[in-house]
């Protein structure tokens, strides 16, 4: 559905980027304009002109189907009131306890400590010291 809807959508643009640069241009710019050009008559700019204008039209309303479409499915979420999750430690990792005494510093040195007394599972990169 989405697929259809987007090339229709860029087939709208395609034609519409084509009616506009075939209409005449009023102010005369870049020195284009003026003097009998390929469609000179003013049958052929009123429908250049009610052809832009459909054509928008078009755009305007496929551009909002698919802002629409693409958020159809979306459910509103929030981050308050959630409980928190937490992630699993790795399968060689000891969990790290909670501070029950000292400081931030104080539980990293210890899971530090409690890291350089298992024996690494595998290859390990140097550490600097």
């Keep these: 559905m989405q697929t259809v809807v987007i090339v229709i959508h860029l087939m709208i643009v395609a034609v519409m980027i084509g009616a506009?640069?075939?209409?005449?241009?009023e102010g005369g710019g870049l020195g284009m304009g003026g003097g009998a050009g390929f469609?000179?008559?003013?049958?052929?700019?009123?429908?250049?002109?009610?052809?832009?204008?459909?054509?928008a039209a078009g755009f305007f309303?496929?551009?909002?189907?698919?802002?629409?479409?693409?958020?159809?499915?979306r459910k509103p979420s929030s981050i308050i009131g959630q409980p928190a999750s937490q992630s699993q430690p790795a399968s060689?990792?000891?969990?790290?306890?909670?501070?029950?005494?000292?400081?931030?510093?104080?539980?990293?040195?210890?899971?530090?400590?409690?890291?350089?007394?298992?024996?690494?599972s595998g290859p390990q990169a140097p550490r600097s010291q």
């Design 20 to 25: 506009v640069l075939l209409q005449k241009s």
């Design 61 to 73: 309303l496929t551009s909002l189907f698919l802002s629409w479409y693409a958020g159809y499915d």
């Design 92 to 120: 060689g990792a000891a969990p790290v306890a909670p501070p029950t005494s000292g400081g931030v510093l104080d539980t990293l040195k210890k899971a530090d400590e409690q890291q350089q007394n298992q024996a690494p």
């Design 39 to 55: 469609m000179s008559s003013r049958g052929t700019a009123n429908l250049l002109s009610r052809t832009t204008a459909i054509l």
